[in-house]
């Protein structure tokens, strides 16, 4: 069985993906990060997924990203809220600087020590291209990067690979992919400005593109909402 | 006066990139980290690097590679000692699992906030190709990557310059550039095994290779050693 590790955020896309490594048959190794989020919501909904998909290894990383400041997930910027998401061109305010890029390059380290040459992270390109580090270009020049970066890089002949299932997928391709594969989304977390008892505001990006997936795919968002549109 | 990053380790290499970016008319910003090394005196060579160039910002990035294990630098594996330096083809155990990956990473994070576009690496290949992320077709791969991650390379038309002054320079001429610039190598550290005092070992890789390079430069190591070979 080989080693995959899935970056997981307790979020929608990264818990289907966590189920399409699971069904393509990989030893499941989750990474989350620590990263200043404005709250915990998002960290207990990875742990639970974890839990859920029985992970042989589940890691929380500790990366303090607000000491650079700059997004309104890490810093007191406010969450926009009832923003149409079409919004050509324009990258969104809750743009966390080079997060991706942090997030894999961290998954490569534990990838050199497992070893594991199969990386998933559910960026998803076309629902929501405002962040330039979600894109398929971004995923392509990753994984050449990572392969010269790297002893498992060196020593075979190009071995890593960057797997990105959901990168073409609408939101509601998403769901309904994750419900065939049994994902329990009711464990996942996506608003960006929870209330205090966890549940979703229903009006920040977040929650407008999860709801619309739901929508598209013909099902009920089992999350509670403060106010669901 | 543009904004330049350098990656500050306060090791022999990046003070001279340091005055390097310095004699290029750089405002300079200087980004280290504290990763769970063995020792505190490369961090405290970076802060009094720093200080002596009078860079405008100098960050500490706490992150804790130690997590993931894999390295004589973050673990409790044993430093080699007086090993020949002619070990073509292999990877040292000193290699830290896709730390400058990581570095640059984090370092992309910041000039997004700064903005920067100029990053400044002391990357060597000439002197000792033993780890496969300081070579430059590694670097050339991160550049490529870094403009298609970022709002600044989706903005702008590639502006992201990842520059390795040292990349081809043997350690000597290192060592001669950096007298040239006025450095101070008395504030630097390379030693991966150092006395309590600080001292420097004498026999580890990083202090054979510092020892040989002001040998060729026909210049004195200013820093005490425990036993200088």
Redesign the interface.
Known sequence: MKNAIILLSGGLDSTTTCAVARRDGYRLHALSFDYGQRHRFELEAARNVAQFFQVADH?I?????S????SALTTDLDVPKDQTLDRPNT?PIT????????F???A??????LPATDLFIGVNALDYSGY??C?G??ID??Q???N????L???QSEPIRIHTPLLKLTKGDIIRLGTDLGVNYSLTHSCYDPAADGRSCGHCDACQLRLRGFREAGLVDPLPYVDRP
């Open positions: 890691r990383f500790p990366l303090d990203l000491v650079f400041g700059g990258i743009y966390v600087p080079a997060r991706n890029t942090i894999l390059a961290i490569l380290a534990w990838a050199e020590v330039p580090d894109r270009e971004f020049a990753f050449t990067m990572a010269r970066a790297t002893r890089g060196v020593e």
